[in-house]
């Protein structure tokens, strides 16, 4: 079975990176100023797919094999070309990872469950 994916989508594709989180990808979004090379690195030393919407990227031999191009297109159909080139399973693994800051969820214990009780009732109070 192969490992799934892991991306990092450059600031324009926000909406597809959340998107990915939802259906349980490790998906980070790129931070404000970070340059191409800097994103590439990041790519290659964790092992993660760039989507990115900048045809300039083309010029850097770091993004081959590494860098997927996408149109200016709705998300749907942004969605539907990374799954065509990953086949992702939006189903199986749908809403594991936060989707503000993509860390895997675990279940709450009956011990936390809890806490988050009796905080809200002492809310309330």
């Known amino acids: 079975m192969n490992a799934m994916p892991?991306?990092?989508?450059?600031?324009?594709?926000?909406?597809?990176?959340?998107?990915?989180?939802?259906?349980?990808?490790?998906?980070?979004?790129?931070?404000?100023?970070?340059s191409d090379a800097e994103l590439l690195r990041q790519c290659h030393a964790e092992g993660r797919h760039f989507l990115t919407q900048d045809?300039?990227?083309?010029?850097?031999?770091?993004a081959r094999g590494i860098a997927l191009i996408l149109p200016h297109v709705?998300?749907?159909?942004?969605?539907?070309?990374?799954?065509?080139?990953?086949?992702?399973?939006?189903?199986?693994?749908?809403?594991?990872?936060?989707?503000?800051?993509?860390?895997?969820?675990v279940a709450a214990d009956d011990a936390a469950l809890a806490r988050l009780a009796l905080q809200a009732h002492v809310g309330e109070a």
Do not use: Q
């Open 6 to 34: 892991r991306f990092l989508c450059d600031e324009m594709l926000g909406r597809l990176c959340r998107y990915l989180r939802a259906a349980g990808y490790d998906a980070l979004l790129a931070r404000d100023g970070m």
């Open 55 to 62: 045809t300039l990227i083309r010029e850097h031999k770091a």
């Open 74 to 105: 709705p998300l749907d159909e942004l969605a539907a070309l990374v799954d065509a080139r990953f086949h992702l399973d939006w189903l199986s693994h749908a809403f594991t990872r936060c989707l503000v800051d993509n860390t895997p969820l």
